[in-house]
């Protein structure tokens, strides 16, 4: 039996599906509790203004950057790198293809609105480099998986990936290949 989501994370997943929709500079307040189901005071109870749910929708990509969507779960000892590529991959959001951008989608959000806000996420991606200066044998190596899978996540957020599935499949394997070549 899945855990029931509670109204901080529903009004988060509102909010990220909103922003895809319709950009962040048309995402209201109001869309987003009607989108959530809960009242606008409810809304404004955990988020009291537009730059605070922005900043709620990056705290939680921060979260899934650094350490995954399903960091409790039970799973094979990977490598620092490795981790931290699939922590990375699961950022991007839910695996529901036309969903999968969210993440993104937040980023350019506060972007579009306070580009500050994005402190966070400065801030943790010198804390992964960190971790993968001390975790791995070849930190450069680690680095350049973690820019590649960079760009094959920017040019998804586009869409305009030449990949086709099966490929895009291959290529996350040979990144996690030298991931593990990164950490050994």
Not at 69 to 90: F, H, M, N
Not at 131 to 144: F, H, N, S
Request: hydrophobic share 45%; no cysteine.
């Amino acid at each position: 039996m899945g855990k029931r989501p509670n109204s901080r994370a529903l009004v988060l997943d509102a909010a990220d599906a909103l922003v895809s929709e319709v950009g962040a500079n048309h995402m209201s307040l109001d869309a987003v509790a009607a989108r959530a189901g809960i009242s606008k005071g409810g809304l404004l109870y955990l988020f009291p203004s537009k730059v605070a749910l922005l900043q709620g929708m990056l705290e939680r990509y921060v979260e899934r950057l650094e350490n995954g969507t399903d960091a409790g779960a039970a799973k094979p000892k990977l490598s620092e790198a490795r981790r931290l590529l699939k922590a990375r991959y699961a950022a991007r959001g839910n695996e529901d293809p036309d969903k999968q951008r969210t993440g993104s989608f937040s980023m350019i959000a506060a972007i579009a609105e306070q580009p500050k806000l994005l402190d966070p996420v400065r801030s943790a991606h010198k804390r992964i480099w960190s971790r993968l200066k001390k975790g791995t044998k070849d930190p450069e190596l680690a680095l350049l998986a973690w820019f590649a899978l960079e760009g094959l996540l920017f040019v998804e957020l586009f869409a305009t990936s030449p990949l086709t599935r099966g490929e895009h499949d291959k290529f996350m394997k040979r990144l996690e290949k030298i991931a593990d070549e990164a950490s050994r």
